[in-house]
């Protein structure tokens, strides 16, 4: 990648579970098909990317566990990810405001959070808007500016969007 490239990175959490009526949103897990799909999706993701500088994830046990599920596959140092509590409740705009603080020397930005402010904030960009963002979905971009405050639908030079049930 060139260095006035930007990537930034959207994930969805997996499949999580309703099975615990008593628990917390923030403390529902993963299920076993959620956990399958982040393994799937990692995979994926290693074949076509390089390894993100920077992740930062959603302090909601179901984001963090799919987080880690792409940490161990990428390999990514535990010292490049950061827990947010912004992308728990956050709007898009939001969302959007703390990716605009992510210094320039990171070219390579992964999120990890939550519908519906995924998918608003990737339709921010996206030539081809999504009606949702899937659990253990992805958005791709690539933004021809070397600041993170600078990015917007004018400067995405590549977009791609990838999920467990698309078909190659």
């Not at 949103?25 to 074949?47: C, K, S, V, Y």
């Not at 500088?53 to 302090?59: E, G, N, Q, Y």
């Not at 990428?74 to 010292?79: A, G, I, K, N, S």
């Not at 960009?125 to 963002?133: A, R, S, T």
Request: charged residues 20%; proline residues 7%.
């Amino acid at each position: 990648m060139e260095s006035n490239l930007l990537e930034l990175h959207i994930v969805r959490h997996g499949k999580s579970s309703w099975d615990y009526p008593h628990i917390a949103d923030i403390d529902r897990p993963l299920t076993e098909r959620g956990i399958e799909n982040a393994h799937q999706m990692a995979q994926r993701f290693l074949a076509n990317y390089h390894t993100p500088d920077l992740i930062i994830t959603s302090p909601a046990a179901r984001a963090v566990h799919t987080c880690l599920i792409f940490v161990r596959i990428l390999r990514v140092p535990f010292e490049q990810i950061t827990i947010n509590d912004l992308i728990y409740n956050g709007t898009d705009d939001e969302i959007l405001g703390m990716i605009h603080s992510v210094p320039p020397r990171v070219k390579r930005l992964m999120i990890f959070g939550h519908n519906p402010a995924f998918t608003d904030l990737a339709n921010r960009f996206l030539q081809h808007k999504i009606d949702n963002l899937p659990t253990a979905g992805i958005v791709s971009l690539h933004f021809n500016t070397p600041d993170w405050l600078e990015i917007n639908r004018s400067n995405v030079v590549s977009e791609f969007f990838d999920f467990p049930k698309r078909q190659s």
